[in-house]
């Protein structure tokens, strides 16, 4: 079975400032699909990136951008230019189809 | 867009009891799922479904059971509630590697 490690329970960044999120995994798959959900006091659960494992290249979406090391199953977040609004619970997530697993989460809190 | 619907928000009940959470979803996917989530353990997923007429058990099935009705819905049914089975459920609907998309959550206590 898959399994998804995030060794952070909680950080927090200065707005404005630039914080990376790490997330591990664990698989035999070959062809799978990362992401990354935020998860906000709404309880609402919203993607913020995905990473296909057989593309080299690292996602990005505007603030956020991905290191995804596929040697190392290694699947790290960063938010650039931090802001208020991404005070939010993190959720990485391993896909493979019919199977998603998610990690226990990191707490961010962005402070001003 | 109303996209993944589930319903009740908020339910309590009594040890023992029975109750339905319903989800329907109108992204004409193929596959549902439903999770629960409790503190410091993420998301875990109590049962799945790829298609309409299949279902198949996830990591944490037990005290659950689930009936694919159509495409669009997926109902989620406790038999008989137990406090361990207070948590957020979530249910969530996916068509190939796009990701999951998720309703807004169901808060239960059992007491």
């Known amino acids: 079975a898959q399994t998804v490690t995030q060794s952070q329970p909680e950080m927090s960044v200065q707005e404005a400032e630039t914080v990376t999120l790490s997330c591990t995994y664990d698989?035999?798959?070959?062809?799978?699909?990362l992401f990354w959900y935020k998860q906000p006091p709404s309880r609402q659960m919203i993607l913020v990136i995905r990473q296909e494992a057989y593309k080299q290249q690292n996602a990005t979406e505007n603030r956020f951008s991905v290191n995804f090391q596929k040697a190392a199953k290694s699947f790290s977040l960063k938010i650039s230019d931090s802001q208020l609004g991404d005070t939010a619970m993190y959720f990485c997530a391993f896909m493979k189809p019919n199977d998603m697993r998610f990690g226990a989460g990191t707490r961010l809190t962005v402070k001003p | 867009n109303a996209g993944v619907t589930q319903t009740p928000k908020f339910q309590v009940l009594k040890t023992g009891q029975s109750m339905t959470l319903q989800c329907a979803q109108d992204m004409n996917h193929n596959s549902m799922y439903w999770y629960r989530q409790d503190p410091g353990m993420g998301l875990r997923l109590i049962y799945y479904?790829?298609?309409?007429?299949?279902?198949d058990k996830g990591e944490v099935p037990n005290g659950y059971n689930v009936s694919r009705l159509n495409k669009r819905e997926f109902s989620l049914r406790l038999e008989s509630a137990a406090p361990s089975q207070t948590s957020v459920y979530f249910c969530?609907?996916?068509?190939?590697?796009?990701?999951?998309?998720f309703g807004e959550g169901s808060r239960l206590t059992v007491l």
């Open positions: 698989t035999s798959e070959s062809n799978y699909y």
């Open positions: 969530a609907s996916s068509e190939g590697g796009r990701g999951l998309f």
């Open positions: 479904s790829a298609s309409e007429g299949t279902t």
